[in-house]
């Protein structure tokens, strides 16, 4: 279980990472369209399609990387009162009756949204421009096959939880700026008590 776990953690961090770097083709973009827009005059008929695209697979090609860190939200005011056992057991269930049956219709309804959007070549028709859109419906089928995985994974570390009584924890892919302050903080505080 554990070696599935990492092995998912590591593949959802990945691809997480690899996706983050639509934000600097975005950032270039954008720039470049409010440049020849408001200097030159001449608007594009693509940028609001290409943000639009590369935003939407941004953010759910990282899905599973923000499962696995953590990061989706939850009611953490009454869940972190619980004690891990019970956190396991109930995020068990909860999996089990929302998360694979959505996860599920997400790849299966994605898979024939793609097959029919590349048979006929789909193109935007929000813009005179017509982008294609055929991969950004494969994208849907995709980052639902990876939120699968690492659902997968999440209810091993449920599984663990409630064997062991302890949470097997991502391994920390990067670290709050507040935090980093508190830690900073702390070290002056015990160098000057030192």
């Known amino acids: 279980m554990v070696a599935f776990i990492r092995f998912a953690?590591?593949?959802?961090?990945?691809?997480g990472k690899a996706f983050a770097w639509l934000i600097i083709l975005m950032t270039f973009g954008t720039s470049f369209e409010v440049f020849v827009r408001y200097v030159l005059g001449r608007p594009t008929p693509w940028a609001l399609d290409m943000s639009?695209?590369?935003?939407?697979?941004?953010?759910?090609?990282?899905?599973?990387?923000?499962?696995?860190q953590g990061?989706?939200?939850?009611?953490?005011?009454?869940?972190?009162?619980w004690k891990p056992r019970t956190?396991?057991?109930v995020d068990l269930i909860l999996y089990l009756?929302?998360?694979?049956?959505?996860?599920?219709?997400?790849?299966?309804?994605?898979?024939k949204y793609a097959f029919r959007s590349w048979g006929y070549g789909e193109v935007s028709i929000n813009s005179p421009a017509g982008i294609p859109i055929y991969q950004f419906k494969t994208v849907l089928a995709a980052a639902g096959v990876l939120l699968f995985i690492q659902g997968i994974a999440q209810v091993f570390r449920c599984i663990n939880c409630i064997r062991t009584g302890r949470w097997i924890e991502a391994e920390?892919?990067?670290?709050?700026?507040?935090?980093l302050l508190i830690k900073e903080k702390q070290a002056e505080l015990s160098g000057d008590k030192a």
């Open 9 to 15: 953690d590591a593949m959802s961090a990945w691809f």
């Open 52 to 68: 639009f695209i590369m935003y939407g697979t941004l953010f759910m090609m990282g899905g599973a990387y923000t499962l696995s």
């Open 71 to 81: 990061g989706h939200v939850r009611g953490d005011f009454i869940y972190r009162l």
């Open 87 to 89: 956190q396991a057991t």
């Open 97 to 111: 009756i929302f998360f694979f049956p959505g996860v599920t219709a997400l790849v299966v309804t994605g898979w």
């Open 172 to 179: 920390a892919e990067v670290e709050e700026t507040e935090m």
